[in-house]
Nanobody, 124 residues
Framework: VQLVESGGGSVQSGGSLRLSCAAS????????MGWYRQAPEMGRELVAT???????NYADSVKGRFTISRDYAQNTLYLQMNSLKPGDTAVYYC???????????????????WGQGTQVTVSS
């Protein structure tokens, strides 16, 4: 399973960006997908998640500014980021919890995958 992010870049404070994450490979289904970010010398933190049923969860710092969405048919995750602030500068990572078939009997397990990350830089 591969997760490929796109859409990062550099914007000024108050600007907008839209991140995409396309999932590909062999899997049975995708459960929760989400975006995480990591600023320099900081730990990785949750930005937003969306479950397979559509329920969403956001970090307090991005509520009202970011919107997570998902195209279930295309196995693609999005993050619309508006009113960006310098504090949003980080590498953004896509995350997916995926159900895969592991043997010829059809046994399934859930595994977690990460994308390679995309840089978002917001200047003041």
């Amino acid at each position: 399973v591969q997760l490929v992010e796109s859409g990062g870049g550099s914007v000024q404070s108050g600007g907008s960006l839209r991140l995409s994450c396309a999932a590909s490979g062999s899997f049975s289904s995708i459960k929760t997908m989400g975006w995480y970010r990591q600023a320099p010398e900081m730990g990785r933190e949750l930005v937003a998640t969306i479950a397979d049923g559509g329920s969403t969860n956001y970090a307090d710092s991005v509520k009202g500014r970011f919107t997570i969405s998902r195209d279930y048919a295309q196995n693609t995750l999005y993050l619309q980021m508006n009113s960006l602030k310098p504090g949003d500068t980080a590498v953004y990572y896509c995350n997916a919890k995926v159900v895969v078939v592991v043997n010829v009997e059809g046994a399934r397990v859930e595994r977690e995958y990460w994308g390679q990350g995309t840089q978002v830089t917001v200047s003041s």
